[in-house]
């Protein structure tokens, strides 16, 4: 009978640590902030379409986020990278790419185009990496914005 006591509180303590993440949608004002503390500068041919916050038992949050801007901003991706110089320069990526593999995309309307740049910082980081990610429908331009948390 211990054995079972014990068991079930593990399982509601481990139960209570998973519901501790929480999700949450931020507005531009929190997101501009966010994006500042990442060290990231949006051009201001963006304008902020949605960001999403992952919360976690401890330590820093993720973020997903999305800023659109016109097509022809897809083609000054040079703006981006002198903004941004701690990011190495902007690259060409295919939807295969690992790179492209969280979550995190699809909440603030990722969907894979032929015209998709990325860069991340730090490179091949696993905490703490920003990614962004400049894509091109053909109609608008959109920049999306990875934060891994810790």
């Known amino acids: 009978m211990k054995v079972l ?5 593990i399982a509601a303590a481990m139960s209570a640590c998973s519901d501790s993440s929480d999700v949450r949608s931020l507005d531009a004002k929190t997101a501009d902030q966010v994006v500042q503390r990442r ?5 201001d041919a963006f304008s902020f379409g949605q960001m999403t916050e992952y919360g976690t038992f401890q330590g820093r949050p993720s973020y997903s986020g999305r800023y659109d801007g016109p097509a022809i901003a897809f ?10 110089p701690e990011f190495p320069p902007m690259r060409p990526v295919l939807c295969e790419d690992p ?4 979550p995190g995309w699809g909440s603030v309307g990722f969907s894979c185009t032929k015209h998709m740049l990325v860069t991340q910082h730090p490179l091949y ?3 703490d ?3 962004l990610l400049l894509t091109s429908d ?3 331009a959109h920049l999306f914005i990875r ?3 810790n």
């Open 125 to 127: 980081g696993v905490i």
């Open 39 to 43: 060290s990231v500068t949006i051009p």
């Open 5 to 9: 006591v014990a068991g079930m509180v």
């Open 75 to 84: 083609e000054d991706a040079a703006s981006l990278n002198s903004k941004n």
């Open 99 to 102: 790179i492209l593999a969280s």
């Open 129 to 131: 990496t920003v990614t």
């Open 138 to 140: 053909g109609v608008r």
């Open 147 to 149: 934060a891994v948390g």
